[in-house]
Nanobody
């Protein structure tokens, strides 16, 4: 059974930092691009960041560029999202997912972790 388990969410003040982790089990994702998505009530889930299988390239939604950094440790089958200078508009449930392939919804999703940023 393939599982993606996110952790690291919480309630923080604006300007703070959080580091999300996504631990995979049941399948190795070391050959796949992985990503982070987020969703707020009443809105569609949106792409936040993705990282190539090697970790050599990454892309971000414009609203988080320069503040968030995605990384991975293939030996641990884990993906991370370092979030700095958090803003209230970053408040959402954050989901890890993969594989990330253009034009296709990822096959596997975590259960999500809540991030709440107070002003």
């Amino acid at each position: 059974q393939v599982q993606l388990v996110e952790s690291g969410g919480g309630l923080v003040q604006a300007g703070s930092s959080l580091r999300l982790s996504c631990a995979a089990s049941g399948r190795t994702f070391s050959s796949d691009a992985m990503g982070w998505f987020r969703q707020t009530p009443g809105k569609e889930r949106e792409f936040v960041a993705a990282i190539s299988w090697s970790g050599g390239s990454a892309r971000y939604v414009n609203s988080v560029k320069g503040r968030f950094t995605i990384s991975r440790d293939n030996a641990k089958n884990t993906v991370y999202l370092q979030m700095n200078s958090l803003k209230p508009e970053d408040t959402a449930v954050y989901y890890c997912a993969g594989p990330v392939v253009a034009g296709r919804r990822p096959d596997y999703w975590g259960q999500g972790t809540q991030v709440t940023v107070s002003s």
